[in-house]
Nanobody, 124 residues
Framework: EVQLVESGGGLVQPGGSLRLSCAASGFTFSSYAMSWVRQAPGKGLEWVSGINSGGGSTFYGDSVKGRFTISRDNAKNTVYLQMNSLKPEDTAVYSC?????????????????WGQGTQVTVSS
């Protein structure tokens, strides 16, 4: 059974940090590109960050560039999102997703697997 399980969300004050993790199982994690996406209440999906299968290429959405860092550990079948300098507008459900090709990460139809998401709330 394929699983993507996110963890690490929670309530944090503006300016704070969180590290999200996404543990994968049931497929060859090291062969897949991975993304973090988020959805705020009443809004559509926003692509936050992506990383290729080997970890050498990454991209970030303009709203998080310079504050968030994506990484992966293929030995642990896990992708991470380090989030610093958090803002109230970062409040959303964050999900990870797996696609076969890095070049297709911005295409919502390209993803084979999705996680359930973890809530991140930035508030004082």
């Amino acid at each position: 059974e394929v699983q993507l399980v996110e963890s690490g969300g929670g309530l944090v004050q503006p300016g704070g940090s969180l590290r999200l993790s996404c543990a994968a199982s049931g497929f060859t994690f090291s062969s897949y590109a991975m993304s973090w996406v988020r959805q705020a209440p009443g809004k559509g999906l926003e692509w936050v960050s992506g990383i290729n299968s080997g970890g050498g290429s990454t991209f970030y959405g303009d709203s998080v560039k310079g504050r968030f860092t994506i990484s992966r550990d293929n030995a642990k079948n896990t992708v991470y999102l380090q989030m610093n300098s958090l803002k109230p507008e970062d409040t959303a459900v964050y999900s990870c997703a797996a696609a076969q090709y890095y070049s297709t990460l911005r295409n919502p139809n390209a993803y084979d697997y999705w996680g359930q998401g973890t809530q991140v709330t930035v508030s004082s």
